[in-house]
């Protein structure tokens, strides 16, 4: 059965940093792209950023471009997102999705989410 487990959430402080990470079984993780996406209370799901399946090319939303840091171990089968310089509006529970933007959108293949909580 395909699974995607996310891990790496927590609390911290706007400025703060943390990185989270996605740990994918049961299909072959190296074949497909991979996506994050988030959901904060009250709102859609927005997307946050995706990475091809060998990891060369990457893609990011705007409101993350030059903060956030899509990576990959296809030898692991886990993906990264390292987010520095966080924001309030960064709060969400963030999930890893299987496939492109939009496929993670659909919501092919997501994990049980991790949450993200911004505050002073």
């Known amino acids: 059965e395909a699974q995607l487990v996310e891990s790496g959430g927590g609390m911290v402080q706007p400025g703060g940093s943390l990185r989270l990470a996605c740990a994918a079984s049961?299909?072959?993780?190296?074949?497909?792209?991979m996506s994050w996406v988030r959901q904060a209370p009250g709102k859609g799901t927005d997307w946050v950023s995706t990475?091809?399946?060998?990891?060369?090319?990457?893609y990011y939303g705007d409101s993350v471009k030059g903060r956030f840091t899509i990576s990959r171990d296809n030898a692991k089968n886990t993906l990264y997102l390292q987010m520095n310089n966080l924001k309030p509006e960064d709060a969400a529970l963030y999930y890893c999705?299987?496939?492109?933007?939009?496929?993670?959108?659909?919501?092919?293949?997501w994990g049980q989410g991790t949450q993200v909580t911004v505050s002073s």
């Open positions: 049961g299909f072959d993780f190296s074949t497909y792209d």
């Open positions: 990475i091809n399946e060998n990891g060369v090319r990457t």
């Open positions: 999705a299987r496939g492109d933007q939009i496929a993670a959108l659909g919501q092919d293949l």
